[in-house]
Every structure is written in structure tokens, then in C-alpha cells.
């Protein structure tokens, strides 16, 4: 008997999150739409919808067109305006983004301030609190939830930063309970960051491949992996350090203590350091009129090649293939439909992409006929607040992890 309800209610749990994202993509829109295009019975689609109605999650906001035969005009659903708020939160190595946001995922206001890259967590985390309190919203209104991106390996169930590489001293953090002390009575969740990135792609981004892969690129390398419509995160929630595979044994040292890591060869770092080396030998090249306050970026390597500088699109070239040695090792492992791209390579325009995927073609198993799609974000650097967000309505809509779509 027991087992028949557990099922009983399984179904309906399931149909509930199947009806609420629904609404929540569609919104604002009828209950016959949202029956027919589900497969569900209209009782289904009445009971669920008088539940939502009467806890105060939907309401019922005019009516739609009649149908082609006339009729009554059907009754729209909404999610209630009144029903609050949501603050996404992203730690970076130097700077905590407070973002305040509404259910719909709609950006209202961002705080921002700076932080020591080897400031320790409890000072993070106060900082963390006064920016909420900052906020209007702290006084006046609802706060649904706080989701909070944070890089390192994560205990996203007990919401934990089990360890941090880049956050110094971050370990066994317990974010999630420190939050939720200082703020009693709203729910916090966290997150690693890039998973919160590939989270935001397949929420908010229509992704509709089931199997496909996020990189970060810039300083580090980090990726998030989505199979089979799922996050996958690994034994120990470590999933995803492929900044860290070898790529060229005996290469330069690593700041992981190995030598000759992806992260040697395909970040911005060692290709800043090529620049410097080539203008101190003498190369020909206009990079040195593209120090930006006397320093010479990433930037100034992309502004010199657009403006015709031989010696920094070779640069770049270079970028570009060692990003697709790394991805074509991706390929092989994970056999992706899609890879996004974010961070400074997103700068190597088409360029990068045609290196990237002719440097796949040529790396990767060959018997494989692969289809595969490079493209960079649509997001850019908003992904990871846009997956703060999405982590919270995930949550409000009581979506579980093996839901995600
Ligand atoms: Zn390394």
C-alpha cells in the first residue's frame, strides 16, 4: 500500500514540475495549451492548477484569444507578481556580485565589492551579508531564496565548499548554513560555478542537446558537463578539472605543481607571456602601441590582430589550437553534440571557431562522423547569476536534480 502511494505521489510530484516549468516558459497561458502540449488530462491540469492558485504560487491574469472554432476566451495563468524575490550571488577571486533578481530571472539591481585573493571565507561571507542587507529588497520584500556561485569543488546538497583551488584557505566552508543563519527563514543553495553556467545554458538557453559541454576560458580553464539532460558532477563532486589533464609532457610547471597542463598551454596567461616574449626579441608587430595603462593585456593581443597585426593573430592561432587539442581529448571522452564557450576565448571571433573545430576534425577519433557545434555563449559573463537564479526557481518550483529541463 505503501509503495502505491509513494508512486501515486511520485507521478504527481512529476507532473506538478512538468506543469510549473511549463507555465514558467510559456507564462502567461491557458490550462488547455498547457494539457495539450504535455499530454495531460484537463482534470490533471484543473487540480494542479487550483493547488498552485490556492498556495499562492500562480494566479489567474486575463484571457487568452478564443479558439478558431470561437468559445469562451480561456483564463490565463501566471506566476503572482507579489511572489517575490531572488539574490544570486557569484564569489569570484576578486570581486562578490550581489544580484537581485525576480522569479522570472529578470536582473533589478546588482551590488558589487571587491575581495583579497587571499581574504578568508568568514570575511567573504560577512561582506557576502552586508551587500544583501544593501538591498532594498532586504526591508521592504520577499526574498525567495539566495543562490550563490562559488568556483572549487562543492557540496551542493549541504552546501559546502569542500575545497577551493582558487579561493585560498576555502576549505569545508559551510556556506549554505552561515547564510541561512544570518537570514533566517530563507533557503540558500550553492553551487560550482561553472555548473551554475551550464545549469543557465539548458534552463534559460533552449539548449536541446542532451549531452553537451561548457568551458571557461581566461585565467583558468574550467568546464561543466551535462549528460543524459543531467549535470554530471562525479564520485566526489570533482568532475570537470580538465585545465589539469597533460597536454605536453615536460611542458612548463603549472600552478597545480604538475608540468605541462592544458591550463600551461590554452589560458591567456602564457599567451600574454608569448607577446612580451616576442617584443623583447625584436619581432615586428604593433602590440607595444596596444599597452593598455602601460600593461599588456589579453585585450591588446585582440585590438592589435583587428587592426591587422601579423604578429598577434599568430598569437591567437596559437590560442585557438591549443583550445582545440584540449576539446578534441573533451570529444573523445565525452562524444558531446554542442560545446559552448565562455570567457576571453569568446574574443578569437570565427577565427577561434574554425581552429577549434578543424583542430577536433583532426584530433579527435576519426571514425566517428561528428557533428559537433562550437559555439560561444549567448550569456557571456551574466551565465553564472543567470544560474543563481535558476538554481533558486528550481528550487521554489521543488524540481529535483534528475529534472532538470
Ligand atoms: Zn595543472
Redesign the pocket.
Known amino acids: 500500500m505503501l509503495l502505491f502511494d509513494k508512486k501515486n505521489n511520485l507521478i504527481k510530484d512529476l507532473n506538478r514540475t512538468r506543469i510549473l516549468k511549463y507555465i514558467w516558459d510559456n507564462a502567461p497561458i491557458d490550462r488547455a495549451k498547457v494539457s495539450k502540449e504535455l499530454g495531460l488530462s484537463r482534470t490533471t491540469l484543473t487540480i494542479v492548477a487550483k493547488e498552485l492558485i490556492e498556495n499562492k504560487i500562480l494566479e489567474e491574469t486575463g484571457y487568452g484569444d478564443s479558439t478558431r472554432e470561437g468559445g469562451k476566451k480561456p483564463i490565463l495563468l501566471n506566476f503572482r507578481d507579489d511572489l517575490g524575490f531572488i539574490i544570486g550571488i557569484t564569489v569570484g577571486i576578486k570581486k562578490i556580485k550581489v544580484t537581485l533578481g525576480n522569479i522570472k530571472a529578470q536582473f533589478l539591481n546588482e551590488l558589487e565589492t571587491d575581495r583579497a585573493a587571499d581574504e578568508k571565507p568568514e570575511e567573504t561571507l560577512k561582506k557576502i551579508s552586508s551587500l544583501i542587507k544593501k538591498l532594498d529588497v532586504y526591508k521592504t520584500g520577499k526574498i525567495l531564496g539566495i543562490g550563490i556561485g562559488i568556483p572549487g569543488i562543492i557540496d551542493h546538497i549541504n552546501g559546502i565548499v569542500k575545497f577551493s583551488p582558487n579561493l585560498k584557505g576555502w576549505e569545508n566552508v559551510k556556506v549554505k548554513k552561515y547564510i541561512e543563519d544570518e537570514f533566517p527563514g530563507t533557503r540558500c543553495y550553492i553551487d560550482r560555478e561553472t555548473n551554475l553556467q551550464i545549469f543557465a545554458e539548458k534552463w534559460f538557453g533552449q539548449i536541446n542537446s542532451k549531452n553537451f559541454i561548457t568551458i571557461e576560458t581566461g585565467i583558468g580553464i574550467g568546464i561543466g558537463i551535462i549528460i543524459n539532460d543531467m549535470i554530471y558532477r562525479g564520485n566526489n563532486d570533482a568532475a570537470g578539472e580538465f585545465?589539469?589533464t597533460t597536454i605536453v609532457p615536460q611542458g612548463s610547471e603549472?600552478?597545480?605543481g604538475?608540468y605541462g597542463?592544458w591550463?600551461t598551454v590554452a589560458t591567456v596567461r602564457s599567451f600574454i607571456n608569448k607577446a612580451r616574449n616576442g617584443i623583447e626579441k625584436g619581432t615586428r608587430t604593433k602590440l607595444p602601441d596596444y599597452y593598455i595603462g602601460g600593461i599588456l593585456t589579453f585585450e591588446s593581443i585582440v585590438n592589435a590582430h583587428l587592426e591587422g597585426d601579423e604578429f598577434s593573430k599568430e598569437i591567437l592561432e596559437e590560442y585557438a589550437y591549443w583550445l582545440g587539442v584540449g576539446i578534441a581529448n573533451i570529444v573523445n571522452v565525452f562524444d558531446p553534440e554542442l560545446i559552448i564557450i565562455y570567457g576571453s576565448a569568446s574574443q578569437l571571433g570565427d577565427m577561434g571557431i574554425k581552429i577549434i573545430k578543424n583542430t577536433i576534425a583532426s584530433n579527435a577519433l576519426p571514425w566517428v562522423k561528428r557533428n559537433i557545434e562550437v559555439k560561444y555563449s549567448r550569456f557571456g559573463k551574466e551565465a553564472r547569476i543567470t544560474g543563481a537564479f535558476g538554481l533558486v526557481i528550481k528550487n521554489i518550483l521543488s524540481i529535483p536534480d534528475e529534472y532538470i529541463i
Open positions: 585545465g589539469h603549472c600552478d597545480c604538475n597542463c591550463e
